[in-house]
Protein backbone atom coordinates (compact mmCIF):
# COMPACT_ATOMS: atom_id res chain seq x y z
CA UNK A 1 0.00 0.00 0.00
CA UNK A 2 0.91 3.50 -0.26
CA UNK A 3 3.21 2.20 -2.85
CA UNK A 4 5.37 5.25 -5.45
CA UNK A 5 4.38 3.52 -8.34
CA UNK A 6 0.67 2.11 -7.70
CA UNK A 7 -0.16 5.62 -6.85
CA UNK A 8 1.90 6.98 -10.32
CA UNK A 9 -0.22 4.43 -12.56
CA UNK A 10 -3.19 5.39 -10.65
CA UNK A 11 -3.21 9.03 -11.35
CA UNK A 12 -2.70 8.05 -15.06
CA UNK A 13 -5.50 6.12 -14.95
CA UNK A 14 -7.76 8.87 -13.02
CA UNK A 15 -6.51 11.75 -15.56
CA UNK A 16 -7.32 9.60 -18.50
CA UNK A 17 -10.87 8.46 -17.41
CA UNK A 18 -12.12 11.68 -17.89
CA UNK A 19 -10.52 12.24 -20.57
CA UNK A 20 -11.97 9.48 -23.31
CA UNK A 21 -15.35 9.15 -24.35
CA UNK A 22 -18.10 6.09 -23.36
CA UNK A 23 -16.88 3.99 -25.77
CA UNK A 24 -12.91 3.87 -24.98
CA UNK A 25 -13.61 3.84 -21.18
CA UNK A 26 -15.66 0.63 -21.14
CA UNK A 27 -13.22 -1.24 -23.98
CA UNK A 28 -10.29 -0.24 -21.64
CA UNK A 29 -12.36 -1.05 -18.60
CA UNK A 30 -10.52 1.53 -16.44
CA UNK A 31 -12.53 0.39 -13.04
CA UNK A 32 -10.51 -3.01 -13.66
CA UNK A 33 -7.10 -1.51 -14.68
CA UNK A 34 -7.55 0.04 -11.11
CA UNK A 35 -8.43 -2.63 -9.06
CA UNK A 36 -5.55 -4.82 -10.99
CA UNK A 37 -3.03 -1.64 -9.67
CA UNK A 38 -4.48 -1.96 -6.17
CA UNK A 39 -4.01 -5.94 -5.89
CA UNK A 40 0.18 -5.87 -7.74
CA UNK A 41 0.31 -2.87 -5.09
CA UNK A 42 -0.38 -5.06 -2.14
CA UNK A 43 2.51 -7.70 -3.07
CA UNK A 44 5.43 -5.77 -4.90
CA UNK A 45 7.32 -6.00 -1.59
CA UNK A 46 7.33 -9.99 -1.77
CA UNK A 47 6.35 -10.96 -5.23
CA UNK A 48 9.00 -10.20 -7.99
CA UNK A 49 6.57 -10.53 -11.13
CA UNK A 50 3.99 -8.28 -9.41
CA UNK A 51 6.45 -5.54 -9.05
CA UNK A 52 7.52 -5.97 -12.59
CA UNK A 53 4.02 -6.24 -13.88
CA UNK A 54 3.54 -2.94 -12.20
CA UNK A 55 6.25 -1.35 -13.38
CA UNK A 56 5.20 -2.17 -17.03
CA UNK A 57 1.46 -1.64 -15.90
CA UNK A 58 3.01 2.35 -15.81
CA UNK A 59 4.73 2.33 -18.75
CA UNK A 60 2.11 1.08 -20.70
CA UNK A 61 -0.25 3.36 -19.38
CA UNK A 62 2.07 6.28 -20.39
CA UNK A 63 2.10 5.16 -23.94
CA UNK A 64 -1.67 4.75 -23.63
CA UNK A 65 -1.88 8.48 -22.44
CA UNK A 66 0.59 9.34 -25.19
CA UNK A 67 -2.26 7.40 -27.67
CA UNK A 68 -4.99 9.29 -26.10
CA UNK A 69 -3.56 12.76 -26.57
CA UNK A 70 -2.04 11.83 -30.22
CA UNK A 71 -6.19 10.83 -30.73
CA UNK A 72 -4.91 7.30 -31.79
CA UNK A 73 -6.76 5.65 -29.02
CA UNK A 74 -10.05 5.12 -31.45
CA UNK A 75 -8.03 3.17 -33.67
CA UNK A 76 -6.22 0.77 -31.19
CA UNK A 77 -5.98 -2.83 -31.25
CA UNK A 78 -7.97 -4.04 -28.00
CA UNK A 79 -7.56 -7.56 -27.84
CA UNK A 80 -3.77 -6.38 -27.50
CA UNK A 81 -5.23 -4.59 -24.48
CA UNK A 82 -7.56 -7.01 -22.67
CA UNK A 83 -4.32 -9.89 -23.33
CA UNK A 84 -1.99 -7.98 -21.28
CA UNK A 85 -4.79 -7.32 -18.18
CA UNK A 86 -5.44 -10.92 -18.74
CA UNK A 87 -2.06 -11.81 -18.41
CA UNK A 88 -1.33 -9.98 -15.14
CA UNK A 89 -4.80 -11.07 -13.67
CA UNK A 90 -3.98 -14.81 -14.54
CA UNK A 91 -0.80 -14.42 -12.43
CA UNK A 92 -2.69 -12.55 -9.16
CA UNK A 93 -5.29 -15.63 -9.36
CA UNK A 94 -2.37 -18.31 -9.60
CA UNK A 95 -0.13 -16.93 -7.01
CA UNK A 96 -2.13 -14.57 -4.65
CA UNK A 97 -5.69 -17.06 -5.03
CA UNK A 98 -6.91 -13.79 -6.32
CA UNK A 99 -10.72 -14.20 -7.31
CA UNK A 100 -12.70 -12.57 -10.03
CA UNK A 101 -15.82 -11.19 -8.70
CA UNK A 102 -18.25 -12.40 -11.20
CA UNK A 103 -16.66 -15.89 -11.04
CA UNK A 104 -17.65 -16.17 -6.87
CA UNK A 105 -21.20 -14.53 -8.01
CA UNK A 106 -21.47 -17.09 -10.69
CA UNK A 107 -20.60 -19.98 -8.51
CA UNK A 108 -22.71 -18.89 -5.40
CA UNK A 109 -25.91 -17.97 -7.01
CA UNK A 110 -26.65 -21.26 -8.82
CA UNK A 111 -25.80 -22.92 -5.28
CA UNK A 112 -27.79 -20.52 -3.23
CA UNK A 113 -30.92 -20.85 -5.78
CA UNK A 114 -31.00 -24.52 -5.47
CA UNK A 115 -31.21 -24.67 -1.61
CA UNK A 116 -33.34 -21.74 -1.74
CA UNK A 117 -35.67 -23.90 -4.05
CA UNK A 118 -35.75 -27.29 -2.18
CA UNK A 119 -36.55 -25.23 1.03
CA UNK A 120 -38.59 -22.91 -0.64
CA UNK A 121 -40.98 -26.15 -1.76
CA UNK A 122 -40.53 -28.01 1.28
CA UNK A 123 -42.40 -24.68 3.11
CA UNK A 124 -44.67 -23.40 0.66
CA UNK A 125 -45.76 -26.57 -1.36
CA UNK A 126 -46.20 -24.14 -4.22
CA UNK A 127 -43.80 -24.54 -7.25
CA UNK A 128 -43.43 -21.04 -8.55
CA UNK A 129 -42.96 -19.27 -4.85
CA UNK A 130 -40.20 -21.73 -4.47
CA UNK A 131 -38.82 -20.93 -7.21
CA UNK A 132 -39.22 -17.05 -6.63
CA UNK A 133 -38.01 -17.31 -3.37
CA UNK A 134 -35.01 -19.55 -4.85
CA UNK A 135 -33.69 -17.21 -7.25
CA UNK A 136 -34.32 -14.54 -4.39
CA UNK A 137 -31.83 -16.36 -2.57
CA UNK A 138 -29.58 -17.35 -4.51
CA UNK A 139 -28.85 -13.56 -5.33
CA UNK A 140 -28.83 -12.60 -1.46
CA UNK A 141 -25.94 -15.70 -0.57
CA UNK A 142 -24.04 -14.51 -3.99
CA UNK A 143 -24.13 -11.00 -3.29
CA UNK A 144 -22.97 -11.60 0.57
CA UNK A 145 -20.09 -13.83 -0.77
CA UNK A 146 -19.40 -11.44 -3.19
CA UNK A 147 -19.08 -8.99 -0.67
CA UNK A 148 -17.18 -10.53 1.62
CA UNK A 149 -14.27 -11.24 -0.41
CA UNK A 150 -14.14 -8.28 -1.34
CA UNK A 151 -14.01 -7.03 2.57
CA UNK A 152 -10.57 -9.50 2.31
CA UNK A 153 -9.28 -7.79 -0.77
CA UNK A 154 -9.70 -11.20 -2.54
CA UNK A 155 -11.62 -9.89 -5.76
CA UNK A 156 -10.73 -8.44 -8.79
ZN1 LIG B 1 2.82 -11.65 -7.84
Not at 88 to 105: G, M, P, Q, Y
Not at 116 to 135: N, V
Amino acid sequence: MGNLKANKSIAIVKWMKYRVNESVFNKLDFFLIERVINALSNYTYECETCNHHLGELEEYLLDLEFQRKTGKLRSMDYRQHKQKIRNIISHLKKEHDLKSSARSFNIFVPIGTAIGIILGFYLSQSIILAIIGGIFTGITVGYVYDTDYQKNDLTL
